[in-house]
């Protein structure tokens, strides 16, 4: 609850919110015991908490003082559980709505949650001892998420938005599963299992296909294209650029004849996320990895991106062996560029203990550009990576049972300029291929 005067006269008033907690206690424990679990108590607290916000939320901070000064807390309760209550019979209504206008995509966190993760929630969320929890994992994101909100109004506000998401996706339907393929073979990642939003990839790819003139509705984009779009955007200062974003955002709104409201406001919602990436991408020299193109054989081919052409077993243990016999790190080198071309196999090599010094590392990993030691530092840093969303990973401290090779790499990144570890950090943050 963030309104002050709100907070002060509850914590004044602490009999009602206790009387509050013993009503839901003698329920919970079905009248047979006045004491729980201080887990428990608090987890009730917490439950007792997001329905009397619930209430408030449609009041200013001195309205909702006058309320609960005529009402009562108690009375305040039980309106905001009705709320709630009525929040979770909407999530039911939403539910079927998105059901009813569900994409048929192979995109296994988008099925996952729509199927499973959202039906669980709806039928085992508990809005008297509970109300505060979302009772599911949700693996879907949203392209514009809220992650302050909890229980039945997130579940309620994810519906909304997945609900204009593929509003949008529909007006480009026929093209959506050649638009997946070619984001899995550009990425070289299976991408029916991997966390991406799909709402982002085709609006994104529709805006850049209207920035490279193409003159009719498509989120096709060929090598042509790709050059037209290099060359307006790269010749603009930011303030040209983001006027030119913001009238393209206003065209689409037209040229789709977009009357739904609550789409037209997402998308220029979404307008301000796009911008901030774009100018991103243009500074990092990297808007490729914005844009999906049809002529995925064009793609610039980076080393060792490759995670499906791995080695023979047999032809791999030769190579080893090969690389612990070397006599120099610029043999070791040549070996890896001459047979390596997985980043599965490279990744296997660091693990195989044929390196021997930190200098023939630090040697190896030269070899590598930005966006390869990027997915290095996705395997290294996978656990801290889930729990932060700045990227710093000069800050972020190995576990005890790292690997030799994961060791030397942190000691390798650590010792690269500056601006090569902003731009490793920023793909860590971007780039969603993943071993």
């Known amino acids: 609850m963030d309104n002050d005067l709100i907070i002060r006269y509850i914590q004044n008033n602490n009999m009602e919110l206790l009387n509050i907690l013993k009503r839901l206690i003698e329920k919970y424990t079905f009248g047979e015991s006045s004491s729980i679990k201080v887990e428990v108590a608090e987890s009730l607290l917490a439950s007792i908490n997001y329905s009397i916000d619930a209430y408030f939320d449609k009041f200013s901070e001195k309205e909702g003082v006058i309320v609960l000064q005529n009402h009562g807390l108690e009375q305040v309760y039980d309106i905001g559980l009705g709320e709630v209550k009525r929040c979770l019979e909407q999530c039911k209504t939403l539910y079927k709505e998105t059901i009813d206008n569900k994409l048929d995509i192979e995109v296994q966190a988008y099925n996952d949650t729509l199927e499973n993760a959202i039906p669980y ?20 994101p949203l392209a514009i998420d809220d992650m302050n909100v909890q229980g039945a109004y997130y579940i309620k506000e994810y519906l909304e938005k997945i609900i204009v998401e593929t509003e949008f996706c529909r007006y480009f339907y026929e093209e959506l ?31 850049f296909s209207i920035i490279a003139n193409k003159g009719i509705i498509t989120t096709r984009i060929n090598e042509d294209d790709y050059e037209v779009i290099v060359e307006k955007l790269y010749n603009m200062n930011i303030t040209e650029l983001q006027e030119y974003v913001d009238n393209i955002f206003r065209t689409i709104i ?76 610029k043999d070791i080198t040549s070996l890896i560029k001459a047979n390596v071309s997985s980043l599965i196999d490279f990744v296997d090599i660091l693990k195989s203990d044929c390196l021997f010094e930190k200098e023939n590392y630090y040697t190896v990993f030269d070899i590598l550009g930005n966006l390869e030691l990027a997915i290095l530092g996705k395997m290294v840093y996978k656990e801290q990576l889930m ?9 972020y401290q190995l576990s005890d049972d790292s690997e030799e090779w994961q060791i030397y790499y942190r000691e390798y990144i650590y010792n690269l300029d500056k601006s090569r570890i902003i731009d490793v950090e920023w793909l860590i943050r971007n780039y969603n291929i993943i071993i």
């Open 121 to 140: 929630f709806l039928k085992y969320y508990n809005c008297i001892f509970s109300a505060h929890e979302t009772m599911c994992c949700i693996d879907y």
């Open 177 to 207: 599963d050649d638009l997946l393929n070619n984001y899995g073979i550009i990425n070289k990642m299976n991408y029916k299992e991997e966390l991406f939003n799909v709402f982002e990839l085709v609006i994104n790819n529709y805006v």
């Open 254 to 329: 037209g040229t789709l004849k977009i009357n739904n409201d609550d789409l037209i406001n997402y998308i220029d919602m979404y307008k301000n996320i796009f911008k901030e990436r774009l100018i991103s991408n243009i500074n990092h020299s990297s808007l490729k990895y914005m844009i999906v193109t049809n002529d995925v054989q064009s793609i610039e081919k980076i080393n060792l991106l490759d995670v499906n052409n791995k080695m023979d077993d047999d032809v791999f243990r030769e190579l080893v062996e090969n690389i612990k016999h070397c006599p120099s790190v």
């Open 387 to 395: 729990y932060k969303d700045d990227i710093d990973i000069l800050s």
